[in-house]
């Protein structure tokens, strides 16, 4: 076999009054790390870097903490079933109680919990939350509960060959009857491995979990994941859902979407939802849910 390799290179240069041989070395490694992120060639270190690997590194040691010491919580979005009005479920949606920062959202971090591996025990907490806090819902209101709780399920995760242990283990503590859990999964996640990842989908569903692909028309290939996928449900993304306004073009692309999602047998959530109108033009498409600031925020 013919290999091509190629090599990158971290400069620090010693005229910045170095006195300690690792000092140097730690900045060019930090400067190599750099290029290996960027993929150039070389990068030469300067301090501004040093700052941002040390924002970084505390960053990473608070949500180690923040694993350790449980600091998550979960909000819990209402998802409406539009035919009858009534909470048909909830999203559940991680927040990170930070010391000094407030609440952060998750798109704050979880591209860091991602790259560290954190999410996986990340995920396992918000799962066992989610979970229990449903079982204790159902156990209290019975019938009159809403009967699905949605977990955001990341691509790391998926592709974690614990995940279907845990899932099984965190069922089985909270006494959770699995019909009433869905995962819910962006269509990155089947970027790399489209037939391993479907085999995860499969095993859920045969212990009875449900799946929905998020985000829907947002990542690269929407059309033929949705084909592919056997998912119980699609959720449309919020940048489709926004476009429906008093001009009924608006909504022509949701009502295409919600058509496919039929024709495939799934039904149809909408995302992002903030005005009557638009909740009033997804119930005569026929979209089955929808959620979003004019419902309820999480
Ligand atoms: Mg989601
Ligand atoms: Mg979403």
Redo the contacts with the bound molecule.
């Keep these: 076999h013919q290999i091509f390799a190629s090599a990158r290179i971290g400069i620090a240069a010693s005229s910045s009054g170095y006195t300690r041989a690792d000092d140097i070395l730690r900045d060019a490694a930090i400067a190599l790390t750099r290029a290996t992120v960027s993929s150039a060639p070389y990068e030469i270190f300067d301090p501004a870097m040093r700052q941002r690997a040390i924002t970084r590194l505390q960053f990473e040691t608070d949500l180690r903490k923040a694993i350790d010491e449980e600091a998550f919580e979960m909000h819990y979005q209402p998802i409406i079933a539009l035919a009858s009005g009534r909470i048909a479920g909830f ?1 559940a949606l991680l927040r990170w109680r930070h010391p000094s920062r407030g609440l952060v959202q998750p798109s704050d971090f979880i591209e860091v919990a991602e790259d560290t591996g954190m999410i996986i025990d990340i995920g396992r907490l918000t799962l066992a939350e989610s979970c229990r806090q449903m079982a204790e819902w159902l156990a209290r209101y019975v019938a009159a509960a809403p009967q699905m709780m ?1 977990a ?1 399920v990341s691509s790391k995760q998926l592709a974690d060959p614990g995940l279907m242990a845990d899932i099984a283990a965190t069922l089985r503590t909270t006494g959770l009857a699995a019909a009433h859990l869905k995962l ?1 999964i962006t269509e990155s996640a089947f970027i790399n491995d489209v037939p391993r990842a479907q085999a995860t989908l499969n095993h859920a569903r045969s212990m009875g979990v449900g799946w ?1 692909l ?2 829907f028309g947002t990542g690269f290939s929407s059309l033929s994941f949705l084909h592919r996928l056997q998912v119980d449900t699609v ?1 449309v993304d919020q940048s489709f859902v926004a476009e429906i306004g008093p001009a009924a073009s608006g909504s022509a692309m949701v009502k295409a979407i919600v058509g496919l999602g039929h024709t495939l047998g799934m039904d149809v959530v909408a995302e992002g939802v903030e005005t009557a109108e638009q909740a009033a033009a997804l119930r005569k498409i026929g979209c089955e849910y929808a959620q979003g600031f004019y419902f309820s925020k999480a």
Excluded: G, L, M, T
């Design positions: 999203e949605c955001n819910e929905s998020d985000d959720k």
